[in-house]
């Protein structure tokens, strides 16, 4: 029989940043037994890095930004060398890569566009298209509701907050669509052309907005100042994509992954549709259990105590949110789907000042979803074998054929 000592020893020698590890459901064993150590482990590779897998530790590290920096990259897996360049040449100018003080100056410029009558519009268009959606891919015939569901609902609605004009939406939501399918650490050249595609929209979009100002993101963007100085183009531009970017990833895998986990509890989706548990803590008890952002990669800027160990300056620190998440210790029955729970302090989006900005849009986007299928009483029936993506960044599906019934 093997001992805890054993499976900890062989649990702590996988590499985490294998994107295939992902493909199936071992990282939640490796991941608690990983938490049972106590304390944060070190991995090997070149270079190494520190595992940070409990609440505790993880949200240490959160709360204390000036202390580990983003501005070398957010994830594993890559060339370091190449990761660390591309994140110097953005660090300073795009949000997620950016240390305080300037990470609050551009937040707040970006900030600035939501306000209450933007926040209105966005709820009603969000429901409006979430039910369009469900309602359109609700025949009873098979569909992939990744496609026809879950990624064009983020790339619907972030259109509407950066204030794409009608005539382009189409156009906008089947290159973001092509820039984010099935989108891993080795990219496709489609994906590449489709990013760069983006690339040159936000800054044609930009451009326009400085002539034609609007009640959206970009028109913000555009007319930003960051430190008392203007925001370049290229500043704007890259925070522009960084929006879509972040606006598509969350809401896809997480509402991608709701369709089956309400297949697998189905308890919890009669007391849903009974009316006995509310959207909004359907939607945050879904994000904490999918957690589809599985890591976030920090630097040390000074040497400090984690926990029981010390972490040196210059040290990665790796920040497993999924297991945050089903932390025992914190979470009452973590691997059990329940819509009561009650606190429910997930860590989905961060903490502290990287605390995702677009939080408040995925929340919305997955309670109208959510919403849109319990109104409609809709039965979701497997047709096939879905297909988790391959990533140690994020975790959701490429594909996944289903039913959706309508009562």
């Given at each position: 029989?093997?001992?805890?000592?054993?499976?900890?020893?062989?649990?702590?020698?996988?590499?985490?940043?294998?994107?295939?590890?992902?493909?199936?459901?071992?990282?939640?064993?490796?991941?608690?037994?990983?938490?049972?150590?106590?304390?944060?482990?070190?991995?090997?590779?070149?270079?190494?890095?520190?595992?940070?897998?409990?609440?505790?530790?993880?949200?240490?590290?959160?709360?204390?930004?000036?202390?580990?920096?983003?501005?070398?990259?957010?994830?594993?897996?890559?060339?370091?060398?190449?990761?660390?360049?591309?994140?110097?040449?953005a660090a300073g100018r795009m949000l997620i890569v950016?240390?305080?003080?300037?990470?609050?100056?551009?937040?707040?410029?970006?900030?600035?566009?939501?306000?209450?009558?933007?926040?209105?519009?966005?709820?009603?268009?969000?429901?409006?298209?979430?039910?369009?959606?469900?309602?359109?891919?609700?025949?009873?015939?098979?569909?992939?509701?990744?496609?026809?569901?879950?990624?064009?609902?983020?790339?619907?609605?972030?259109?509407?907050?950066?204030?794409?004009?009608?005539?382009?939406?189409?156009?906008?939501?089947?290159?973001?669509?092509?820039?984010?399918?099935?989108?891993?650490?080795?990219?496709?050249?489609?994906?590449?052309?489709?990013?760069?595609?983006?690339?040159?929209?936000?800054?044609?979009?930009?451009?326009l907005k400085r002539r034609e100002p609007a009640d959206?993101?970009?028109?913000?963007?555009?007319?930003?100042?960051?430190?008392?100085?203007?925001?370049?183009?290229?500043?704007?531009?890259?925070?522009?994509?960084?929006?879509?970017?972040?606006?598509?990833?969350?809401?896809?895998h997480a509402s991608s992954t709701t369709a089956l986990?309400?297949?697998?509890?189905?308890?919890?989706?009669?007391?849903?549709?009974?009316?006995?548990?509310?959207?909004?803590?359907?939607?945050?008890?879904?994000?904490?259990?999918?957690?589809?952002?599985?890591?976030?990669?920090?630097?040390?800027?000074?040497?400090?105590?984690?926990?029981?160990?010390?972490?040196?300056?210059?040290?990665?620190?790796?920040?497993?949110?999924?297991?945050?998440?089903?932390?025992?210790?914190?979470?009452?029955?973590?691997?059990?789907?329940?819509?009561?729970?009650?606190?429910?302090?997930?860590?989905?989006?961060?903490?502290?000042?990287?605390?995702?900005?677009?939080?408040?849009?995925?929340?919305?986007?997955?309670?109208?979803?959510?919403?849109?299928?319990?109104?409609?009483?809709?039965?979701?029936?497997?047709?096939?074998?879905?297909?988790?993506?391959?990533?140690?960044?994020?975790?959701?599906?490429?594909?996944?054929?289903?039913?959706?019934?309508?009562?």
């Amino acid at each position: 029989m093997t001992t805890t000592d054993e499976w900890l020893s062989a649990a702590s020698e996988i590499d985490l940043a294998d994107p295939l590890l992902y493909t199936g459901e071992r990282p939640e064993r490796i991941w608690r037994t990983l938490r049972s150590a106590g304390e944060p482990l070190r991995a090997g590779g070149d270079p190494g890095y520190w595992v940070m897998t409990r609440y505790e530790d993880v949200a240490a590290v959160y709360r204390n930004g000036s202390l580990f920096s983003s501005e070398k990259g957010m994830q594993l897996g890559l060339d370091r060398s190449a990761a660390e360049a591309a994140a110097e040449a953005a660090a300073g100018r795009m949000l997620i890569v950016t240390d305080d003080p300037r990470h609050a100056e551009i937040r707040r410029a970006i900030g600035a566009a939501f306000t209450p009558k933007m926040l209105r519009r966005l709820e009603d268009r969000t429901t409006a298209v979430a039910h369009r959606l469900v309602a359109g891919a609700a025949t009873g015939e098979t569909i992939d509701f990744v496609e026809e569901v879950a990624a064009r609902l983020p790339a619907t609605v972030i259109c509407e907050l950066i204030g794409v004009p009608d005539a382009d939406r189409d156009h906008v939501t089947e290159t973001t669509q092509a820039a984010f399918g099935g989108a891993t650490g080795d990219p496709t050249a489609t994906q590449v052309a489709a990013h760069a595609e983006l690339f040159d929209y936000c800054d044609h979009l930009v451009t326009l907005k400085r002539r034609e100002p609007a009640d959206d993101v970009a028109t913000a963007l555009a007319n930003a100042t960051v430190e008392g100085t203007p925001m370049s183009q290229e500043v704007a531009v890259l925070n522009c994509h960084g929006l879509i970017s972040g606006g598509n990833e969350t809401t896809r895998h997480a509402s991608s992954t709701t369709a089956l986990t309400l297949l697998t509890a189905p308890d919890q989706w009669d007391l849903l549709r009974a009316g006995q548990v509310g959207p909004d803590d359907a939607a945050e008890e879904l994000l904490r259990f999918s957690s589809p952002a599985n890591h976030v990669l920090r630097v040390a800027t000074r040497d400090q105590r984690i926990g029981s160990v010390t972490v040196s300056a210059g040290e990665y620190v790796t920040l497993w949110l999924g297991s945050a998440n089903h932390d025992e210790d914190v979470f009452d029955a973590p691997d059990r789907l329940r819509f009561s729970r009650h606190p429910n302090r997930h860590v989905t989006f961060g903490l502290g000042s990287h605390f995702c900005l677009g939080a408040f849009l995925a929340r919305m986007e997955l309670r109208a979803l959510v919403r849109a299928l319990a109104e409609m009483g809709v039965t979701i029936e497997p047709r096939g074998v879905p297909h988790r993506l391959a990533s140690n960044f994020l975790r959701g599906y490429t594909s996944m054929p289903l039913a959706l019934i309508r009562r």
